[in-house]
């Protein structure tokens, strides 16, 4: 394989991918999200699958990993959405938990610079509600973050996109004039089958 060929490139991709992929499952599994728990799960498989079809010259799996990418942008976009509360979503929902907990984006009480203190007042002191509970002077809001982690995969899938196309048309035109075994393929003949 070439160095700064097609195929390279977007195993490097697809190896970007899988880091962030698995960072932000971990965060993920955190926090308690379930709904994106899932979600990054099959962005990992289809991502080794894509991976995969490139190394071996498998265009269906590049294929398969195109369809996906699309359903991925709209999984980040959608995310992305719910965490600047546009269009009727809200940050605040259990939608990513699907409602199994009240545990929201591990970021709200973790991100970098992040202190948890107490609310000041005396009367709210007294109460046992974790809601009660603040998180001042953060270096940067936790639904940015979550943003971030989305814009990042956005790009990366737009990049892998624009490669996986070229790689699987690359792969189908070299699938079509030459089999594997050294002989050229004439599409009029039909394969020999060995049982």
Not at 116 to 137: F, H, I, K, M
């Amino acid at each position: 394989m070439e160095c700064c060929s097609g195929r390279c490139t977007l195993v490097f991709l697809f190896t970007l991918q899988l880091v962030t992929a698995v960072e932000r499952q971990v965060f993920d599994f955190l926090g308690f999200q379930w709904a994106p728990i899932m979600i990054n799960f099959l962005q990992i498989i289809v991502v080794i699958l894509g991976l995969f079809g490139t190394i071996q010259y498998r265009p269906r799996y590049v294929v398969l990993y195109l369809v996906w990418t699309l359903l991925w942008v709209g999984w980040n976009v959608l995310v992305s959405c719910l965490y600047l509360d546009l269009g009727g979503l809200s940050k605040d929902s259990d939608i990513l938990s699907l409602g199994m907990s009240s545990q929201q984006s591990w970021w709200r009480d973790n991100g970098p610079g992040c202190e948890g203190r107490d609310l000041p007042s005396p009367a709210w002191q007294s109460q046992e509600n974790p809601e009660l509970v603040t998180v001042l002077s953060c270096w940067l809001e936790h639904q940015y973050i979550e943003v971030l982690h989305c814009i990042i995969q956005l790009v990366l899938s737009l990049l892998g996109f624009t490669y996986a196309c070229y790689v699987a048309n690359t792969l189908s035109h070299e699938d079509d004039s030459f089999d594997f075994m050294g002989e050229i393929h004439h599409p009029s003949k039909s394969p020999d089958l060995f049982f």
